[in-house]
C-alpha cells in the first residue's frame, strides 16, 4: 500500500488546495488534550494527527482512555485544555451536532442502535446527513452490508451483537462522514463477523478513501485494519508502532510486550 | 335499546374527552420524561382563547380549533426557550418550575379577566337517539379526538420529523452524532405537547366552565391516563383512555358522577398495580 501511495504522492491531485507537499494533509489533528468526568480527568495531554485517507488504530487496555478520547473527540466530554482541529478547524467547543454535521462519523461502543427502529429506520437516521436520495444510500449501503438486507423490517435490538455492530457502521456510513470514529467494534462479538467488518472496512476504505481513526484492544482487528497504531496508557500516547511493524499482529504484540 | 344507545354514545364522548385532555401531557412526558403540572393551565389558556377569540367576533369553529392550539403552542415554546430547556434531565426541578408556571399563570388570567366564569355557547344543537336527545357538540369531541390520535400516528409513523422525534426519544446522544440537534426537537416536542393542551381547552370550553382555575379538573385525570397508558404516546393514551373513559361512564351512568369518578381512580390504582409501566409498558410495547 505504502509504495502506491508514494507513486502518487507527486501527482497534483493529491496536493489539495494549499499545496502543502506531505503525502496525506492532516484530516484530524489532536494537541495537548485533556478531558475526564467532573473533576476525574482522564486524558493527561493527548496529541495524534490522522491524515485523510488514513486508518490509525489506537491501542490500549482499559480504564487507559480509550473510550474517553473518542467520546471527547465527538463532544459529549467537555475539552479542558487543548485543541481539535478537523480540517483545520477548530471543533473543540462545537456540540456533538456540529461536529457531525462537520463529518465527524461515530460508532460508539456497545454500538447504540435504536433499538425500537427497524433496521431501516435506523438506516434512514443515518442518512440525515447526507444529501442524496435517501432510497439510494440505503441500497448503496445494502451492498456494502448484505447481511442486513434480510432484516430490513425487524426492530434492530432483535439483531444478535455482531449483526447490530454492522448496523452501526453502515448507519454512520450512510451520512458519508469524512472520518470515522470506531470504539472497540469487537467487543462481545463472534470472530466471524469480526472478519467480515475487518473486510467490509477495508473494501470502502479503498473504494471511498475513507479516513478511520480506530481504538481497540483486539490485536487482530487492529492489526488487520490499521497503517500506524498508537498506544494509549494512563492518558496519554505513549508510543506509536511504525507501519511495518503494525501490520503484522505477532510483532505488535512482541513490541507491546516490551514494555 | 335506545339506553343501551345513549350509553355507548356517552361512553364514546367520555373516551374521547380523556384522549383530548391526555394526548398533550403524554406527548411531553412520553418524548422528554417531564412531567408538565401546567398542563391544566395550558388547556385553560386553550379555553380563554377560545372564549375572547369568540367574544371578539372570530368564527366559532376557529375560535375553538384553530387559535387556541397556535396560542398556547407559542406559550409553550417561549416556557420551554426561557425555563424549561435549563432543567431537562432534572424530574424534580421540573415539576416544580412547571408547578410554578401553573400557578402564575393562574393568577395572569385571574387578574386580566377576573375571577369568574365563562363559557361559550355551543355552536351545534342536539339530536334524538331513540327516546334520548343527546348532543351533537358530543360528536365534534369524538371527532376531534379521532383526528389528534389519528394525525399524531401520521406524524410519527410516516415522516421524517415523525423518525427523528422516535430516535431522539430512544437515544438522544446518538441522534445528535446522526446531525439531529436534540435540544431543537425538545423544544418542538414541548411546542407540540402544548399545542395539543390548547386545542383540548378550547374544544372542551363550550361544554365547561370557563374560569382561571378550570386547569385543576382536568389534571389529575390526565395524568392517570398518561400512567396507565405507559411508553407508547398514541396507543397508551388511546387504550388508557377506553378503559378509563368506560368505566368512569358506565359507573356514573349506574350512579353519580362523583362515584364515576372515584370507579375511574380506583381503576387507575389497580391497573398500575397490575402494570407499574402502563399498559404499553407491558403489552404493545413496539407500538407508537
Known sequence: ?259 | MDLAGLLTFNVATGIATLVLITLGLGVIYGMMRIINLAHGEFMMLGAYTAVMANGAGVNIWIAMLVLPPLVVGAVGLILERTVIRFLYGRMMDTMLATWGISLGLIGLITTLYGNVVRGVSTPVGSFEIGRYGASLYSLVIIATALAVLTGMFLLLRMTKFGLILRATMQNPRMAAAMGVSPDRIYMATFGLGAALAGLAGGVLAPISGVSPSMGAAYISRAFITVLGGGPAIVTGTGLASSVFGFINELVSFRTTPVIGDVALLVAAILLIRVLPQGITGRYLRRSL
Open chain 1, 1 to 259: 500500500m505504502s509504495p502506491a501511495m508514494n507513486a502518487i504522492e507527486p501527482l497534483p491531485l493529491s496536493s489539495g488546495p494549499d499545496a502543502v507537499p506531505a503525502a496525506k494533509p492532516a484530516l484530524l489533528s489532536v494537541e495537548g488534550l485533556h478531558s475526564g468526568y467532573g473533576r476525574i480527568p482522564i486524558l493527561g495531554g493527548v496529541s495524534l494527527t490522522v491524515g485523510e485517507g488514513e486508518f490509525v488504530g489506537i491501542l490500549g487496555h482499559n480504564g487507559m482512555g480509550k473510550t474517553t478520547l473518542l467520546r471527547t473527540l465527538m463532544g459529549y466530554l467537555p475539552v479542558t485544555a487543548g485543541r481539535i482541529r478537523l480540517g483545520g478547524e477548530d471543533i473543540a467547543r462545537r456540540s456533538p451536532t456540529a461536529r457531525a454535521r462537520l463529518g465527524m462519523g461515530f460508532v460508539p461502543q456497545g454500538r447504540e442502535i435504536f433499538a425500537t427502529l427497524s433496521v431501516r429506520e435506523n438506516l434512514r437516521m443515518g442518512c440525515l446527513l447526507s444529501d442524496r436520495d435517501e432510497d439510494e444510500t440505503i441500497a448503496d449501503i445494502l451492498t456494502v452490508f448484505p447481511r442486513l438486507k434480510a432484516y430490513l423490517d425487524r426492530p434492530g435490538g432483535a439483531l444478535s451483537g455482531g449483526e447490530q455492530q454492522l448496523l452501526a457502521l453502515a448507519r454512520c456510513l450512510c451520512g458519508n462522514p469524512r472520518i470515522l470514529l470506531l470504539d472497540e467494534p469487537t467487543e462481545g462479538i463472534q470472530p466471524s463477523i469480526i472478519e467480515e467488518i475487518i473486510e467490509t472496512l477495508q473494501a470502502i476504505g479503498r473504494a471511498r478513501g475513507l479516513t478511520i481513526l480506530l481504538v481497540e484492544q483486539n490485536l487482530t482487528f487492529i492489526a488487520g485494519l490499521s497503517e500506524r497504531v498508537l498506544i494509549l496508557q494512563k492518558g496519554v500516547v505513549t508510543r506509536e508502532i511504525p507501519p511495518e511493524i503494525a501490520r503484522d499482529r505477532a510483532m505488535i504484540e512482541e513490541f507491546v510486550g516490551m514494555e
